[in-house]
């Protein structure tokens, strides 16, 4: 199983929800007001100059097998709005209880 981080403009949420809910995803964790760094003096802020609009996260486990169709939705929505960032990171589920 993987983990995947889903960092998103709040305009993605339904889009987002419903791919996860397709792939059968249906156990995830939800913040609507991520703050973030990356401005130039550190301070936290929503979302950040490199990915703006980035005020939202989902934390999701993901069946190996579905991790390329849910990485290749993702970045068609991402690519469909220029305006609205959307950006997903995978890692390895190592142990769980």
């Known amino acids: 199983m993987k983990s995947v981080l889903i960092t998103f403009d709040q305009a993605h949420y339904d ?7 397709r ?13 973030g ?8 802020h929503f979302g950040s100059h490199a990915w703006p609009s980035m005020g939202s996260a989902i934390l999701a ?6 991790v390329d169709t849910l990485l290749t939705v ?3 929505i991402d690519d469909a ?12 589920v190592e142990q769980f209880i």
């Open 15 to 21: 889009r987002v929800v419903a791919t996860l809910d």
């Open 81 to 92: 709005y220029d305006l609205l960032g959307l950006r997903a990171f995978v890692w390895n």
């Open 23 to 35: 792939l059968n995803c249906r156990g995830f964790t939800y913040w609507d007001r991520v703050k």
């Open 61 to 66: 486990v993901v069946e190996d097998e579905q």
């Open 37 to 44: 760094r990356g401005s130039k003096t550190g301070d936290p």
């Open 74 to 76: 993702l970045k068609r």
